[in-house]
Each structure stands twice: as C-alpha cells, then as structure tokens.
C-alpha cells in the first residue's frame, strides 16, 4: 500500500514546494477580499499538507506548511524577505522590562520571602541569579508547568524588581507608551488585516463542533472521504484502561497502544484509526462499549480528515502568532486588539472571550496552545492586561462552573489564569472595586455548594470519590479569593470601602451556612453504626483559616471598615442565636450568695457542633478593636452596650466542655470521627481560627460580666455544679461506694475545668488581649516547643501557624531564644533552648497535646535537677491584659473560683477516696501561683492614689463561713506543705508560701525593714535545713537497699559456679590455650615472615572453635569434620570496571578464563560473619522455601528477598545472602604433606619441567579421546614420549575432606558460577572453578582498593566480617579443585601457563596487554595443585606458587612498562632509587623496545621509568599479599600494619621479591628474552603501540561516583531541560540521574519501558542491568531523593546528599502553591506529612556523598535495600521495576 502511494505522494510535495510564498502574498495584496481569498488559499492547501494518512509526520508536516501557508503570511505582514522584516522589527522594538519567561515542568523557580509581595511571585533561574534576591533568603521550588517569571513586574517586589538583564536604563522613565509609534502605517493595517483573518480562522476551527462537515468558506470541492477515530484525554479512566482497550479496539500490538496512551495523555487527543467512516465508528463503538462500565465512558469522535487538518493548522497558526509577537510589542498590541475587539454578536463575542468560554470543551494540547498565547500577549501587555482582567472578571462565574464540570486539572484551565490576574494588587483592587469580584468569588462558590439542611446550614453526603473530586475542584474558588485578599491595600477608596463590605456580607452568608454544621450527639447505649462524614466540613474549614485571617487583617486597616464589619458581624450572630431560648427552660443557679439566671442546657444530651466561625470572627473582630483603640476612640459608634456575654460565650463554651467530655471519655461510642474533629480543632492547621478565637471569645465575654457568673454557667456547662454547690460532697462521695467511672469522669472534667481558668487568664500573648507585639507570640510558641525536646527546624516550622505567605515569622525571633546546633554525618541540625528561656516556661501552655504536656514537665523537671534547683515549675510573670480586657484578672479572686480551690485543697486535705487527683491539685495550686503573681505585679506597678483592687492575699488567709468553719486556703496549704503522699508537689507549694510571704510583705509598706526581711529568710532557711536533713535519710535508704540486692546477687552468682564447676573448668582452660596462641605471636615475628615459596614462614596449627549461631554447638574446624559454613551474597560487580559497554553476549557459551584489565565485570562476594553447621544452615533454607510457598498461596506479598533465586537473611542480623562459604584450615597444609628430597629447580628448570608434565598431560588425553582400535600404536607412542621423572598422570589423590565439607565445597562454587554467569546452576561445567577463582580475586582486588582510596594500612585492623569473608573465600578458592574432575582444572592450568610461556597447543591466547594479572596469578597459584599432586620428583608447591608469582609480576612489569605514559614528569628527581634500579630498567626497556620494532615510544629518563614500574605494580603486590597472606595462612609483617609510607620494601620481603624487582629479569635472563620475545610479537601489542586500539595503563585509577554540583537548583534546571528520549521532545516527569555515570533518565513513565529477560521494566531498571550489572544508585532530581535499586524487586529510597542552612534535606521538594492546594482532600487530612516540604535552598554536604560513594564500594547497596525493606515493610510493595 505505501509503495503504491510513494509516486503521489512524492508528486504532490513537489507541487506544494514549488508554491512561492512571495508571489502568494503579492496576490493579496492585490484582493478586494483579502478573507475570502486567505480562507481559499487554506481551504485548497490544509488537507493536502495535514493528515494524509494514519500516522502524523510531524517535521514534514511543519516544513510545508511553513513553506505554503505561513510564508506567504509573513511576506505579507512584512512588505518584504520576512528575513528582513522581522529583523527590522526587532531593532526598532524596545527591550521589555519584563522577562515572561513560561516555566517549564520542573523548572526550578525562586521566590524571595523577604521582598515578594506574595509566594507567587516568582523568578525564573538566570532572572534570580542576577537579581538583589539571592542574597536573600529564598525559597526554591519546581514549576508544575504554566505559569510566568515576574521579573520587572514592579507590583510583584517591594524591591529589586529588575535583574540586570531587564534594568532600566537611567534616562527611561517607566511611563507607558505607545508601542505602536515604532510601526509605519503600512504595517499596522497589513498586520492588523491578516491577525484579524488568522485569529478568527483558527479560534472558529478550534471551537467547531460538527464531527464531518467544515465552515462554508473552507469547504473543498473534491472532498476525500477519510475519517479519523479521535480519542480524547480524561482524568478517570487509568492508563491501563487505555492500553487494554485501545488493544482491543484498534487490534494493535501493547506497545502501540502505550505510544497512543503515552500522546493522548500529554497532547489531550489522538486518532486510533485512521480510513473509510464505517471503519472508524466500529472503533468508536467498541472503545465506547469497554470503558462505559464503572465510570463515563472514553470520548470519542469520529473526524472527517479536513477537519483534523484544519485543527491541527489553527494549533500551528496560534503558535506562529506567539512567536511573530515576539518580535515587537507593537506587533503584540495590535494582536490584544484584535482579540479584545466585540464582535458582531455584541456581549463575548470577542475572540478572547469565545476561547475562554469554549475551553472545558477544547482538548489539552489546544489548551495549552492558547493559554501560551494569552501569557505571551494579553499578559505581557500591560493596557491589555486590565481589559483581559475585567473579561475574565466578567465570565468569572461561567468559567468556574465550566472547570468545576470538566475533569482536566487546574493547570489546564483557564481558571488557572486567576493566579495571574488577582495576584496583581492594582488589578485585584480595580476588580473589587468595579466587577464586585469578591462577592461574585462567594457567590459562585455558594452556587456550587447546594446541600443545606433545615437551618440552610452546609451539609455534605457521604464522601465518595466523586463528591471529593467536584469538592476539590470547588475549592480552588477558595484559592481564588485568597489571591484576591493577598495583598492588603494602604490607602482605601469609598468604591473600596463599599464593595469590601458588600464582599464581607456575602462572606458572612457563607459562615453562617457553616455556623453550627455537622452537629453531634452523644450515643449512649450502643457504639455509632457508621461513621458520620466530617472531613468536608474540615477542609471547608482549613481552606477559609487564611481568608478568615486575611479579611481581618483588611478590616484593621481601616477603622469605618472596622466598626461597619463589626456591626454587621454581631447582626448575624443574632440572627444564628435567634432561637437561643425558646424551648430551652431559663434555670436560676446560686453559690456563695451570687446567683445567675441561665437556660437549661446539658452538652452530653443536645445537639453540638465544633463549627462557629462567625463568633470565631466576632471574636477576632473585638481582639481588633482592642488593638487599634477603635473601642475607647468611638464608643459611641460599637455597639457594645447591646452585648449579651452570656450568649457571646454560649456556644464556644459548649464547644471546650465537648473537647472536655472527649477527653473524659464520655463520647467513646462516637467512634473515631469525633476523635479526629477534635485533633484538628487544636492543630496546628485550624487552630488559629478555630480553638484560639473560642478561647478569646470566652475572654471577651468574661471581662463584660461578673466572674462568679460566669464561673456558675461554666459549671453547669461542665456538669460539675451539683459537687460544688453541695456542702460536704467529699464526704458523702466517699462514705457512699461511688461508680468508679462516673468518679473518674468528674475528676477529668474538674481538671478540664481548671485548666480552661487557666487559659482564661494566662492566654494574652495574643496582641489586643494582651499588651504584646506579634513577635512575642511566636517567641512564646517557640519557646514551648523547644521545651519539649530540640527541634530541627522543619519541625518547629511544622509546629508553628502559617500565614498566608506561607511564613511563620520565626526566622526573625529564633537567635534570641534558641542555640543552633549543627548535625553530623547524618540526622539534622537542632535547635536548643537558651537556658535564660526556661524560666518563661508555662506548663499550662494552652498549644500543648496532653502528650506535649507532660514531655514538657518531664524535661524541665529534669533540667533543674540538674542545675540543683528545686522542681517547682511556677506559673510565669505575664504581660498585662489591654484595658478592654482587664477585668478579666478578677476571676481569680471571685468568691465562686475561692469556693473551688477551697473544695479540692479540702479534699485533697481529707486524702478521701478516688474523688480528687493530683493533676487537680497541680492546677490548683497553677492558679493560686497566678493569682499571687498577679496582685505581685498589681502592687509593684500600682500609682501614688490607686486602690489596689487585687485582694487575693487576704482572701486566702481568711477561713471558710460559718457553718462548716472551713480552714483557710492558706492554712490548708501549710498542712499540705509535709503531706507524705505529695512528693512531688512540695515543691511548688513551697514556692507559694513563699511569694505569699513576699506578696503580703510588699503590702505591708512600700519601704521594707531589714528586720522583716531577715525573718525571711531565717524561715526559708530553717526550711532549707529541714528539707536538706529529709534528702538526706531519702539517700541513706536507697544506699542500704542497693547493697543489699547486690550481696544477694553475688550470693547467686557463687551458687551458679559450684553447681556448673566443669563447665567453667573447660572455659579456664581454653582463655590459657588462647593467650598461649597469642603469646606465640610475637616469637614468629621476630624472624622476617615470608607468605610463599620453599622459606614459607611454618605457622603452629591453630585450633579453631567456632559455635554455630542456629544450634548454639561448639565445634572445632578440620577437614574431616561437618562442615561450618558463612552466610554469604555474591553479586555481580561494575564497581572497578573501566568499561561498563562490555557485557556477556551469550552466556552458555562465553569462556571466563582471561579477565581482561578493564574488569568490564567482575564477581563479588561478600559476608556478614555468621557461622553455622552446614546441615542447620541446610534446615533453615527449607523452612524458608517451604514457609514462601505457603505465604504464595496465602497472599501475593513480596519479601525483600527473592528465594527462587537461593536468598534468605542471615538468620542472626537479617542481613541479604545468598549462599554460604564453607570454614577451612589452609588448605596448602593439608594437601602438602610430602617431603621435599632433593634441591628446587630454579624458575627456567621449573618452566622446562613443567612445559614438559603439560605436554605429557596432552598427549595423554588426546590418547584417551583416539579410538581402542590404535590401542598398539598408543604404547608405542607412550614409550616415545618421555615421561619427565617421578610425574604419574595416572595418580588421582585422595580428597581429604568430609563429604559434608565437599558438598558446600560444590554449592558455593555452583553459586558463584551461577550468579556470575547469569546461568542455570550446573555443577559439572568446566567453568565453576574458573568463576571461584575470579570471585576470589576480585573481591580482594575491591578491598585492596577500598583501603588505599581511605589511605588505611593494608593489614590495619580490617572489620571481622571482611577478616572472616576473605579468609574463608580465599581458602575456599584453594580448596575447590578438589571436588572438580583433575583433567579440566589441569586444562585450564595448561591455558592459563600458555599465556604467559608460549607452546603449540594454544594458538588463540589473549595478548599480554589483555590479561589482568592478578586474576592470572589467582588462577595459576589455585590450579597448580592439580598438576603437583601427580608429581613425586621432590618440587615443592611452595617453590611452584613462588615460580609463579615471579613469572607473573614480570609480565605485570613488561606490562606496565609498554602502556606507562612518557611524558616528562614536573617532580624533580629523587635520588631514593638507586642507580642499580635505573639501569636495570632502562636495559629492560631497550629490550622491548628491540623486539618492538621501536615501535615503543622514546625512552624518558630511568628514574622516571621506575617510578612508573613501582606505582603501577603497588596494587599488584598488595593484593598478592593480602592473597598470600589469607592462603597460606602466614601472620603479616608488624611494618606493614602501619599506615602511612608506602611499604615497598616490606611487601617485597614478605612476598619472597628483590627490593629491585628487576632483578627477576636479571637472574632469569635467557629465558625471560624468549618470553618478552613472544610477548612482545604478538599482533595486539603492535597494534596498541601504532594506536589502532587501547590498553589499559597501570596504577588504574579508582571509580568514583559523578561530580555533583554544589547548589541543587543547577540540577533542577538541567533535568528540566531534559526531555523524555521517546516521546518527541516531551518533557520528563520524573528526571533521574545515574550517580554512577551520569545519564539523565526518563524514569517512572510508560514511554521508557523496555523489554528485560521478558518483562517490562522501567529505564532506571534497565540502566541498572547495562551500567551497574543490576545495581544501581540514582538521583531522582525532582524529589531530591536517592534511589537504590538492586534488581528488578529490591530498592529503597535514602537520604539525599543535599542538605538546607538547617542541615536537613528536603525530599519531595516542596511545589509552589497551584500544585500543593489541589491536593486530595483526604489526603491533606490523614496525612499533613505532604505539606511539610520547604523549598529552602539545598547545598551539597560531601561527607553525605562519600558515605553513598562508600557504599557503593564496599558492595554494601543490595544489603542496605535489604535492611530498608525489612525495617518498612511498605518498601517491599513498590513495583520497582517500573523506576
């Protein structure tokens, strides 16, 4: 089909390019009718460039339309080349003053919180970075996409409005001109034309709703009949749905369907299915039937291809004219113009306003078309921007509705341009003043919210998805009013005064649907059913706080305002109380001679509700008054006469006694419901505007009424009047057996009751009630808190109110009441209390949780026990109350509060019963402490004339009346003062006699005596001495009790040894045995210590013990023994490769036996330590496999460890495994039980000798694979060859080891071979040995590296896991050939030794500069075994080990020497080498360079090259020695423990080498020159010296993880400019970079997903299989979180290595406002953790990255993932592959 179609299609490209534009646009020049001439021209050309087949090309598709359809737009609009034109334009054009930068998603954006008018106020990154702003404190943030830069908005900043690319320059002024005066007549009418065609056509095109026909004037004559089956984008139906149902619909590949899925999701529509009309509707009908099931179904329509053409066109123009605009405001006033212009059809007929209206019905990618065109055009215009405003203004209620509908996000309405509009001051005010924007805001919110009860309060059904969604979207009217009130306005207008008032009315209609909503009922009897709904109501709630607030704030700016808004406040209030006393019974209540009339009301019997915001606002309204003395300036004018206390503290009362009775556990039955309204009515969130304004309103009310009154209601309220009014109760209480219950429940309300008194008149730190500034509220709140415990500063930020910029004013006040302390290596830095801040300590503080309180009490008790001090924690001096509130003082010195201290000191004097506590004897002795501080401060403060009211000191000291003839309140606390049963309170009692005293002294005179005052303190003293002698018998008891528990014990202990005597016989005897060993110690060290070779350091035999973690068994290893093993995890490794491209093609058949030297990957193991028998290890696993079986059939749960693939944990400390090691002697010892007989061959005899035992081996076994036939011709030939004397090729030895030994001997040998190779287990492929032998030596190559890089001594004290792991996998690694077949580990010896000696046999050897040499070494020294245990001629496996290690480091030398870098060095010349070593290895250079071919570079100088030879082979020798060492069991030299110098020399002792290495050469001549002969011969190595490939040069150099850079935000801004790599140019959602190599990826996103052994897996998945051999550490740059992934089950998120000025992260970065307040509902209200991100600027701390870095070299990522998972379950859930 495409073929056939190739020639037309080609032939109609053609004809399109040949179409000139210039000559197009002279044509309309020309015309009469320039529209009817463009729509003819479009109608023509459209169809034929646009949507010709199934699939968009999108370049070509651009290119001609460019060509045909724009070309001749701009020749047109220019006159001329618009080459010309345009730059023409742009030089006459004035630079903008304002940036209009549109954000990217996840762009970084900065806000300045000391000079943005508001947080939406933001600056693009080169804007901020050349702005007054970064020295500032910042906030930083990532755009969700959208919105502008403010930079130059001069109404954005209160300063620096300008960076320095935007300044203005000194001779302009910022007056507005005329843009248009930079245009010539000419071009204005020609721009004017073809923008007025253009925006019609493309707005009618984009707005049209018939599915097959066009517009009449673009209709085409010959019309093709091709349709398009168009899906569309919604926000409900999953992306699942989508690719299932596409699947089967349009019976395409899963792939296919995600890409449809993928651009429907981001461009908001595609077409499916592109052919003939019944085609396409079979399509639709299917997609239709599928999805229509649970929710609406998918939209789709099917599109004549014209019209899609068309569309697709009118996308493109709208996106042209952005870009033309941009180069001349004059241009763009003229495209406002055109847009703003009424239409024909008069009211919205304007282009703007039918795309605004039209837009819920537009898909997403035109959306965002046109929104990107109003930003760059109606918003960067300033005149326009206004008469955008009152548009937008006008169909405000319209457009809300039209979002509330839709489903699409916020972002993608035009309602998102709220935020650009009403944010700006001027335009906000101008839309109040002449659109009434704020009441028509509440109305329309109003409208959407229609569920009223009887009363027209607010209700809400049930909460389902549904009604959160729409709710959710309702709120953001809430955001929109808030944006409104945002910045607050200095100067007021009548206009404004009246419209802000009409708003206020409209206001207050809607806090009176909320007054009293939601109410409750106490359920007696039964638990609730079902839970009643709450949280709308809450979020309702939480979302108004800052309006709440904010509307004050207006109203204190302005005192008519001020006066109106409490007028009409109060009115509503009424109006809510209207029915306050009918049918509830007036009640008349007396004590002590006061009595007050009430109504009859009971809170555990009516109806209640926590909802009262309109007296919450009357209540901030009076604070206001206060405040700013409106109240005494204009009495006359408030109507504060009319007030009736008792109903202003009705219902906020009824309120607290709720919370009371909660906390009482009286409303258990209510369920969690009540629980969690109660939780936020004191959080953080709601608090300011919920519990604080019922707190001040009952202030309010008390200090207009007489306190005893008020004191009756409130007892009645709290249904305590009957015991305080009852003379005697305590008595009667407790001759009576009371229920328990109802016992307990009266004394929490009591305490309750007491601590709300307390509020009552302690709580003036808010300014207004009391005479206090704003700052020392929050320094009271901080001081609180940090009582508690140190915080970090997110915490007290968390844990202090927020305003409406998101502030808490902390910053400000935090120097003078706290010391910052900075974090370590990893938690936060803290914040401590200054010790002079403690005495301003309120344990009544009314913010504190009850939990709060009495951590609180806890830690300041014990810091004064720790200064020596005594515990009483009195009640603070406090500020005075404003005189408004004065009154309030007399409460505590009413007759009914006397009453009530009298009634608990008596009971608590009597000691009678359960019917007083402690906490109510605590609060108690709280207020009298106040009371007394009060009348302190009255007398010190009182003037010459005043009479001092304030009798509180007498009150107490006067007895009870007469018929009871009660003891004084004073005299009650005298006897209390030695109460043995309140310990605890002496204390504070003690201190209130004593301010007694002092109180009582000041009333007596103003000038005290001296006398007065030493009585004073004679009697503080007599009490000092007294309370000293009691502390004092205190001690001496506790020291008789110690000592008595402690001769018991002893007495214990001694009894347990006579009964056990044997045992601790055999522990006595083995401490000896152990010290004896090592006492020995130093004895061996005294001769110098040699690991290898025929001089071997002999080492005693060590007898070692070992107990078995699972069956607690001693047990001694030897090799006839059961086995012990160590848990133990080999991974594959990329953590020392130099080439992370390289990976395994095909498995199966892939030779290990060369490790090349860029060790592409390599084998790691690694252990914990723990040891077990091999047969309980054995049982363990079982029981694990068998208990994941049953967990599989049970639930589909992960573990954290896979166990199909043989992991378990560690069973002792649940650390990752995967096979275990077996515990062995050295295991030369136990093969090497034969004698030497005669003198050791040197190394050219040794190589004869065993060139010829090999070619013996050879012939041998190529006889074993000829025939029987040539049986006769075999002896003869086995008489030629020449058996070399005393080898027996036909002798197999003996395996010395258990068969238990040999079984894990096989199994961590198939486990290794099976992870390195990625391979099915086997235990008899020839290549088990070979992955033993590289694990081996790679892990130790990884420690070598590990301690150099941390500059530690190579035999420092290594932690025993690491000591353990490499001893028993380096023996291991020497026992393994012992259970393989002799010929294959004898094979692979023959390869391996022909590398480096050349023989027949082996044509196809890597080249010397291929080879790493260590891993040769490993596996020449391992395999050696198997050919010494055939040979009885006397040599020696030590002089073989020696033999090949010299024969290795001269290769290794050779080596180094053809890949070491020439250049001359800078470092001057030491002399420390001797010349001997300079002119030895300048004659082994000529050497190479002979056999070369001089292709060798020009020789530098000796010295040089011997500094390269010892650097490059330093790793080598210290990695054989620590091989050695490990092998042959040998202990290390003292020297080499040490850090510090290199230890050349002692490593060459110890290894059995010449200090000068080239001595080797020396000795070895002859044979050495052959050697470097044929080294040096081979093709490789010419070709590496010509510089046709490379090779690895010597010391390698260590990875390191990337470099980062050192502010976050340039990495924010780099992933921001990263796009999706398959889907065209899309922006990346989740941007995340590979630490290890420094790739962006495209993560969490179904266009990255690829297909992995099978499975698909997202791109950080995949890239952990090619760059880190399925490990990998990633940033996600988004969330500032590091991601480590191991596999495709196992990851973990960890602490990211970027910390704020406070030093701690910030994961999840905080997004600005437009993405935060749409969050879910449910979600703001379970979980407030969301909102605690902060956006403070972060910086990279190195000590965090090099502990990732550490980690990452130490192999230790899979276990910390394991040890994450285990601790959070929730980890194990994620589906980490899909990363």
């Not at 000092?1024 to 004092?1032: I, L, P, S, T, Y």
Request: proline share 5%; glycine share 6%; aromatic share 8%.
């Amino acid at each position: 089909m495409a073929s056939e179609l190739e020639p037309e299609v080609q032939a109609l490209d053609r004809s399109l390019l040949e179409c000139s534009a210039e000559e197009t646009a002279g044509k309309w020049l020309q015309a009469t009718d320039l529209t009817r001439e463009v729509y003819q021209h479009l109608a023509h050309y459209v169809p034929k460039i646009y949507c010709r087949g199934p699939n968009p090309f999108p370049q070509k598709e651009d290119m001609l339309a460019h060509q045909v359809l724009l070309g001749p737009m701009e020749w047109y609009l220019c006159g001329e080349d618009p080459e010309l034109g345009f730059s023409k334009l742009e030089q006459t054009n004035k630079p903008s003053h304002l940036c209009g930068r549109v954000f990217k998603v996840g762009e970084p954006t900065y806000s300045c919180r000391d000079c943005a008018v508001d947080p939406t106020c933001v600056l693009c990154m080169e804007c901020f970075l050349g702005s007054i702003h970064r020295d500032h404190r910042y906030r930083m943030t990532t755009s969700g996409g959208g919105g502008f830069c403010d930079c130059g908005d001069t109404e954005a900043w209160k300063e620096g409005p300008y960076c320095q690319k935007h300044e203005l320059n000194t001779y302009e002024t910022e007056e507005e001109e005329d843009p248009l005066v930079h245009l010539s007549e000419d071009v204005i009418a020609r721009t004017y034309n073809i923008f007025a065609i253009m925006f019609r056509y493309a707005v009618e095109i984009l707005t049209w709703e018939k599915e097959s026909e066009l517009p009449a004037d673009l209709e085409m004559i010959e019309k093709s009949d091709t349709y398009y089956c168009m899906l569309f984008n919604d926000e409900v139906h999953t992306y699942e749905q989508v690719i299932y149902t596409l699947q089967k619909a349009v019976n395409c590949t899963q792939k296919e369907a995600i890409g449809f899925a993928t651009t429907v999701d981001r461009d908001g529509r595609r077409s499916v299915r592109y052919g003939e009309f019944q085609y396409c509707e079979q399509a639709k009908s299917i997609i239709v039937r599928n999805t229509s099931r649970q929710t609406k179904p998918l939209k789709v329509q099917v599109m004549h291809s014209s019209i899609v053409a068309h569309q697709n066109f009118g996308l493109k123009l709208l996106s042209w004219l952005g870009s033309i605009i941009g180069y001349s405001d004059g241009l763009r006033r003229i495209l406002c113009q055109v847009g703003l212009q009424e239409g024909p059809d008069g009211e919205n007929s304007s282009l703007v306003d039918r795309l605004m209206l039209s837009d819920s019905k537009l898909w997403k990618g035109a959306r965002s078309v046109y929104h990107q065109l109003f930003m760059s055009s109606l918003l960067m215009d300033l005149k326009y921007k206004k008469l955008f405003a009152v548009r937008f203004a006008k169909n405000y209620e319209r457009l809300q509705s039209d979002y509330v509908t839709d489903d699409h996000d916020r972002e993608f309405s035009i309602a998102d341009f709220s935020v650009q509009i009403f944010t700006v001051p001027s335009l906000a005010r101008m839309l109040i003043t002449e659109e009434n924007l704020m009441t028509t805001i509440i109305k329309t919110f109003m409208d959407h919210l229609r569920h009223r009860d009887v009363q027209g309060r607010f209700q809400f059904e049930r909460y389902t998805a549904l009604q959160a969604f729409k709710f959710r979207r309702v709120q953001s009217l809430i955001l929109d009013l808030k944006y409104v009130l945002i910045s607050k306005p200095t100067e007021w207008s009548d206009g404004l005064r009246q419209k802000f008032l009409e708003g206020f009315d409209a206001f207050l209609e809607l806090l009176k649907c909320m007054q009293g909503m939601d109410p409750i009922t106490r359920q007696v009897g039964q638990h609730i059913e079902m839970e009643p709904e709450w949280e709308a109501a809450f979020t309702l709630q939480m979302k108004l706080t800052h309006v709440i607030s904010m509307i004050q704030d207006w109203c204190a700016l302005d005192e008519k305002v001020l006066i109106e808004a409490y007028k009409k406040c109060l009115a509503v209030l009424m109006q809510c109380h209207g029915g306050f006393t009918d049918g509830e019974q007036p009640v008349t209540l007396s004590i002590c001679g006061h009595s007050v009339e009430t109504i009859r009301y009971c809170v555990s019997k009516e109806k209640v509700s926590i909802h009262l915001p309109v007296s919450r606002l009357l209540a901030g309204l009076h604070v206001l008054l206060s405040k700013s003395e409106v109240a005494y300036k204009f009495p006359e004018l408030l109507p504060l006469s009319e007030l009736s206390p008792p109903m202003l503290i009705e219902h906020p009362l009824r309120c607290l006694v709720l919370c009371a009775q909660v906390h009482a556990g009286m409303w258990r039955r209510n369920g969690f419901s009540l629980v969690n309204q109660i939780y936020y009515y004191h959080n953080v969130k709601c608090r300011r505007e919920m519990f604080d304004k019922d707190i001040v309103m009952l202030q309010t009310g008390v200090s207009m009424m007489d306190p005893n009154h008020f004191l009756m209601i409130m007892l009645s309220r709290f249904e305590l009047y009957q015991i305080f009014s009852t003379p005697d109760y305590g008595k009667k209480m407790s001759s009576e057996t009371p229920h328990k219950d109802l016992v307990q429940q009266n004394n929490t309300l009591i305490e309750e009751m007491l601590y709300l008194i307390i509020m009552l008149v302690g709580e003036r730190f808010i300014p207004g009630v009391g005479q206090v500034n704003a700052t020392d509220e929050i320094k009271r709140e901080i001081i609180h808190q940090l009582s508690i415990k140190p915080m970090a500063h997110s915490e007290l930020v968390k844990s202090l109110p927020e305003d409406e910029n998101k502030e808490t004013g902390m910053e400000s006040v935090i120097e003078a009441v706290a010391h910052f302390k900075k974090p370590g290596l990893t938690g936060r830095g803290m914040y401590e209390l200054k010790p002079e801040c403690a005495k301003e300590f309120n344990l009544y503080f009314y913010h504190f949780s009850r939990a709060e309180q009495s951590k609180a009490e806890e830690a300041q008790r014990k810091l004064k026990r720790q200064n020596k001090e005594d515990t009483a924690l009195p009640p603070p001096v406090l500020p005075p109350f404003c005189p408004l509130f004065a009154s309030l003082v007399n409460i505590l010195q009413s007759d009914v509060m006397l009453l009530i201290m009298r009634t608990v000191l008596q009971w608590t004097v009597e000691h009678s019963g359960h019917i007083w506590s402690e906490s109510m004897l605590q609060r108690v002795l709280h207020l009298i402490g106040m009371a007394l501080q009060e009348e302190k401060q009255h007398l010190e403060n009182v003037m010459e004339e005043h009479v001092i009211t304030f009798t509180f000191t007498q009150k107490i000291s006067k007895p009870g009346e007469a018929p009871n003839n009660s003891p004084s309140i004073l005299a009650m606390l005298e006897t209390l003062q030695n109460a043995p049963y309140l310990e605890v309170h002496k204390d504070m009692i003690k201190w209130i006699l004593k301010t007694f005293n002092a109180v009582k002294k000041l009333r007596e005179s103003s000038s005290t005596s001296p006398v007065a005052e030493a009585e004073g303190t004679v009697m503080e003293e007599s009490s000092r001495d007294k309370d000293k002698a009691e502390r004092k018998r205190k001690a001496e008891i506790a020291r008789l009790r110690r000592e008595k528990i402690m001769a018991q014990m002893s007495e214990m202990q001694r009894h347990f040894i006579d009964e056990n005597k044997e045992l601790f016989q055999q522990t006595l005897e083995l401490d000896s045995s152990i010290s004896a060993v090592l006492d020995n110690g130093p004895v061996v060290s005294d001769m110098t210590l040699t690991a290898l070779g025929p001089a071997q350091t002999r080492v005693p035999e060590q007898r070692q013990c070992v107990t078995c973690i699972l069956c607690q068994e001693e047990q001694e290893v030897n090799a006839e023994s059961k086995a012990m093993v160590l848990a133990a995890f080999v991974q594959r490794s990329t953590v020392l490769s130099k080439d992370r491209s390289k990976f395994i093609q095909d498995p199966e058949n892939y030779d290990p036996l060369f490790m090349h030297p860029d060790l592409s990957c390599g084998i790691h193991t690694g252990s914990c330590g723990h040891i077990m028998h091999a047969h309980c290890w054995q049982r363990y696993f079982d029981s694990v496999q068998a208990k994941e079986q049953r967990r599989q059939q049970r639930l589909r749960l992960h573990t954290s460890y896979d166990v199909e693939n043989g992991e378990f944990l560690c069973p002792l400390c649940e650390c990752l495994s995967n096979t275990v090691i077996p515990l062995l002697l050295p295991p030369r010892n136990v093969f090497h039980g034969r004698l030497n007989f005669s003198d050791q061959p040197n190394l050219t005899q040794w190589i004869r000798t065993i060139s010829q035992q090999i070619k013996a081996l050879q012939v041998l076994r190529k006889e074993e694979s000829t025939p029987i036939t040539a049986s006769s011709k075999n002896l003869e030939n086995m008489d030629e060859l020449h058996l070399p004397e005393g080898f027996r090729p036909d002798f197999h030895p003996k395996n010395p080891y258990s068969e238990s030994i040999k079984e894990m001997l096989a199994t961590f040998g198939t486990a290794t071979y099976k992870v390195g190779l990625k391979v099915h287990p086997n235990e008899e492929d020839p290549r088990v040995p070979i992955m033993c032998w590289g694990s081996c030596a790679y892990t130790i190559q990884s420690i070598e590296r590990i301690l150099s890089d941390e500059d530690k001594p190579l035999f420092g004290p290594l932690p025993c896991r690491l000591d353990d792991c490499l001893r028993s996998l380096t023996r291991f690694a020497g026992a393994h050939w012992t259970v393989v077949s002799l010929s294959v580990v004898q094979g692979h010896f023959c390869k391996l030794f022909a590398s480096l000696v050349p023989g027949d046999n082996h044509r196809d050897l890597p080249c010397i500069l291929d080879i790493d040499m260590f891993h040769l070494l490993v596996g020449l020294v391992l395999a050696f075994p198997s050919l010494q245990c055939q040979d009885f001629s006397g040599i020696s496996l030590g002089t073989g080990d020696l033999h090949i290690f010299h024969l290795v480091t001269m290769a290794h030398i050779v080596q180094i020497l053809l890949t070491s870098c020439t250049e001359k060095s800078g470092m001057d010349q030491e002399n420390a080498a001797g010349k001997e070593e300079e002119l030895a290895v300048l004659a082994l250079y000529k050497m190479i360079q002979q056999y070369t071919g001089s292709a060798l570079k020009e020789m530098p100088s000796g010295w040089h090259l011997w500094r390269n030879v010892k650097a490059g082979i330093m790793p080598f020798l210290r990695c054989s020695a620590l091989f050695f060492h490990y092998l042959n069991g040998v202990p290390s030299p003292p020297e080499i423990q040490a850090s510090g110098t290199s230890h050349f020399e002692h490593l060459c002792n110890y290894l059995s080498l010449p200090n000068n290495l080239l001595c080797l050469f020396q000795e070895n001549k002859e044979i050495m020159k052959l050697m470097i002969e044929s080294w040096c011969h081979n093709i490789e190595v010419k070709r590496y010296l010509e510089g046709e490939r490379d090779a690895i040069s010597y010391p390698r150099e260590s990875n390191k993880l990337i470099d980062l850079p050192e502010d976050y935000s340039s990495l924010i801004n780099q992933a921001s400019n990263f796009s999706c790599p398959k889907s065209g140019g899309d922006k990346s959602r989740a941007p995340t970079l590979c630490l290890v190599c420094g790739t962006l990826l495209c993560s969490q996103s179904y266009c990255c997903q690829t297909e992995l052994e099978g499975e698909d897996v997202g791109a950080c998945t995949a890239h952990t299989y090619s760059c880190g051999s399925g490990v990998g550490i990633f940033l996600r740059v988004r969330e500032c979180q590091v991601l480590f992934l191991a596999g495709k089950t196992k990851g973990c998120f960890y602490s990211p290595p970027y910390l704020d000025d406070y030093g701690e992260t910030d994961q999840g970065l905080r997004k600005g406002w437009s993405r935060i307040d749409e969050y879910n509902t449910k979600c703001l209200l379970s979980d407030m953790c969301l909102l605690s991100r902060r956006g403070n600027p972060l910086h990279l701390c190195r000590e965090r990255f090099k502990k990732i870095q550490k980690l990452w070299h130490q192999h230790s990522i899979t276990e910390e993932i394991g040890h994450a998972q285990e601790a959070n379950q929730t980890l194990v859930g994620i589906d980490w592959q899909h990363l």
